[in-house]
């Protein structure tokens, strides 16, 4: 069999287990996986040394966003460039309707900041911001290819928070029409409270962007969780949480599941890597992002859900905001543009955090982001695994070769990185978009505007809450390769 590019000689990350060998591909698609396969007229891309993971999905992202007064930094250009540098082949944006505007408008703006700007292929989650007036607007959405739609409990200045009686209303629609609502859930009220009662000139004076992390604590998530959890347990309407950074999300999640209730969570890899104490440091305002990172204790109560199943998916919830931006606070907590710039080191992190230091194995990496994102987002199995007649998404790493985090030497527009200084290993060394080399040498070469629009047809895990399917994987190298190993891993 001839093809048009072989990846030879990587440690080969697939379903069916991992082994050392090569991957066919032709046109866009992977048709081989193997020992020698035949390189004739092939482009070949050695891999030797090298891990070879399925391209990463990044599920949670913010491009050219207007929040906070002003408009998240990292475009379609600047944003899928620095994901392909981190080995990210797909990512998943939010598109909200304008002032008055349909769930149609919301894309159609959205459609137009990617198109021609693209490197990586994306799609969108639909953002309900008006429930009354767009109800009616979700089954033509899913008809022209959108499954996953988005309500904020909080947000009433921007103009996007979703009451009780939306969040419920949708998730019967949910179980309608076999589509899934992410949530972002954090207890409005309560923190509306809060901030009103630490807002004077004095406090501010006293504990400057400390006051964001003492305003959210704990239970402002967690309340919010538990209530649309007993949302989705009463209508059936699959769930998503979105970004969940609290340990107590994680035990209402576990035994949500544990019961039948089908919900999925997420968290973002500054909630598995930062803690609190970076309010602290003197620019500690850079840090704010919403929710805040939280305490060490729930760090280790996030991996452990990693580990356990609760947690099914780490995204990054990129939204960019330079250091200028950042300082329209002016020492004002409430006015911090909130967000940090996530799709370039979203796989070294969690490589490096997760592989290399033990927490989990190379192989639950590629469940958490890849696999499980693409199967939950409706995308697999033509993105997320490294399968034939899936699309040649790779990335391709060192194991061991780090690079020290430098805003100036990344494709971020980002003029700083909460991870400015750290050493980090799983950058990608190649990058493959459905068949094409974009990244080579740690430098990207693909051409923007590439990308395309993933229109899909379900989402979710309909019938089989938490995460079954998607977590058996069978265990660690192949030792030694054997011949029917690599059929299995052809087949699966
Ligand atoms: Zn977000």
């Known amino acids: 069999m001839r093809f ?11 379903p069916a287990g991992t082994f050392v060998g090569d991957i066919g591909i032709t046109g866009e698609t992977i048709t081989a996986l193997g020992l020698d ?8 891309v050695d891999a030797m040394g090298h891990h070879v993971i399925p391209g990463v999905l990044d599920v949670h992202v913010h491009l050219e966003l207007p929040f906070c007064g002003t408009v998240s930094a990292d475009d379609y250009r600047s944003g899928t460039r620095a994901g392909a540098r981190g080995g990210v082949t797909t990512v998943i944006d939010f598109a909200i309707p304008p002032a008055g505007g349909s769930l149609a408008d919301a894309a159609d703006l959205w459609m137009k900041k990617a198109d021609g700007k693209a490197l990586i292929d994306y799609t969108f989650h639909i953002c309900i911001t008006k429930y009354q007036e767009q109800k009616d607007q979700i089954n033509g959405m899913v008809e022209r290819g959108f499954t996953t739609f988005k309500e904020f409990m909080i947000y009433e200045s921007e103009g996007w928070q979703s009451d009780d009686r939306a969040l ?5 629609k949910m179980r309608e029409c076999g589509a899934m609502l992410l949530v972002h859930a954090e207890s409005a009220r309560i923190l509306d409270e809060l901030i009103a ?22 239970f402002v998530e967690a309340e919010a969780i538990q209530r649309v959890v007993q949302w989705s347990e009463a209508t059936g309407g699959q769930l998503y949480i979105v970004h969940m950074s609290t340990g107590e999300g994680a035990d209402t999640v576990r035994a949500a599941q544990a019961r039948g209730v089908p919900v999925i969570a997420e968290t973002c890899v500054q909630y598995l890597v930062l803690d609190d104490s970076v309010f602290e440091r003197e620019d500690g305002h850079l840090f704010a992002c919403c929710p805040q ?12 859900g990693v580990r356990r199943g609760e947690v099914s998916v780490i995204s990054t919830d990129t939204c960019t905001f330079t250091r200028e931006q950042k300082a329209m606070w002016n020492g004002d907590w409430t006015k911090i543009p909130m967000g940090l710039p996530g799709l370039e080191t979203l796989l070294p992190l969690t490589y490096t955090a997760g592989v290399l230091d033990g927490r989990i194995s190379l192989e639950d990496m590629c469940v958490k982001l890849s696999t499980n994102p693409a199967k939950i987002m409706g995308l697999y199995p033509r993105k997320g695994a490294i399968q034939v007649g899936a699309d040649a998404d790779l990335a391709i790493i060192h194991p061991f070769h780090r690079l020290t985090v ?42 923007e505007g590439r990308g395309r629009w993933l229109p899909r047809t379900s989402a979710g895990l309909a019938g089989s809450p938490s995460e079954p399917k998607a977590m058996r994987i069978s265990r660690g190298p192949l030792s030694p390769l054997r011949a029917r190993d690599i ?3 052809v087949r699966a």
Do not use: C
């Open 168 to 172: 419920y209303g949708t998730l019967e």
């Open 37 to 44: 396969l035949d390189t004739d007229g092939a482009k070949v």
């Open 487 to 489: 059929e299995r891993a």
């Open 293 to 304: 990172v939280k305490t060490p204790k729930d760090v280790e109560r996030l991996w452990e």
């Open 4 to 14: 048009d590019t072989v990846v030879k000689s990587g440690n080969v990350v697939t």
């Open 406 to 447: 430098s805003p100036s030497a990344m494709e971020t527009n980002a003029d700083w990185s909460p991870y400015e200084g750290w050493d980090l290993a799983g950058f990608a060394r190649t990058t493959l978009s459905r068949g094409e080399v974009i990244v080579d040498d740690y430098k990207v070469v693909g051409r």
């Open 197 to 218: 009662r630490h807002h004077t000139p004095e406090l501010m004076k006293q504990y400057g962007a400390r006051l964001h992390p003492m305003t959210r604590p704990n």
